[in-house]
Nanobody, 126 residues
Framework: QVQLVESGGGLVQAGGSLRLSCAAS????????MGWFRQAPGKERMFVAA????????FYADSVKGRFTISRDTTKNTAYLQMNSLKPEDTAVYYC???????????????????WGQGTQVTVSS
């Protein structure tokens, strides 16, 4: 079992930056693949970015490639999402998720994750 707590959301102007953090409880953080998803009002939860257990592989949605960077710090049991050049269409609740070692399926689907945080609001004004 792992608990995830997101932080770092807020209100920012278009073109600005935010860094989201996802703090994980427990001692097994390094065994989890991590992902970030977002959900805008009235829309489905969508994949944003993911990082493998080792941190060697990162995956991004086309809409955020070149602007967002996912990373992880095993010493701090924390995953990050650095968001640059933010756009109004990036406005959403951002969720952190973890998938256990041995999980099957790709990193892009919500159903392939075992644990979720409560979400943090990101609002980008034009």
């Amino acid at each position: 079992q792992v608990q995830l707590v997101e932080s770092g959301g807020g209100l920012v102007q278009a073109g600005g930056s935010l860094r989201l953090s996802c703090a994980a409880s427990g001692r097994t953080f390094s065994t989890y693949g991590m992902g970030w998803f977002r959900q805008a009002p009235g829309k489905e939860r969508m994949f944003v970015a993911a990082i493998s257990r080792s941190g060697n592989d990162q995956f991004y949605a086309d809409s955020v490639k070149g602007r967002f960077t996912i990373s992880r710090d095993t010493t701090k049991n924390t995953a990050y999402l650095q968001m640059n050049s933010l756009k109004p269409e990036d406005t959403a609740v951002y969720y952190c998720a973890a998938r256990r070692i041995g999980a099957i399926g790709n990193y892009y689907s919500t159903g392939n994750y075992d644990y979720w945080g409560q979400g943090t609001q990101v609002t980008v004004s034009s």
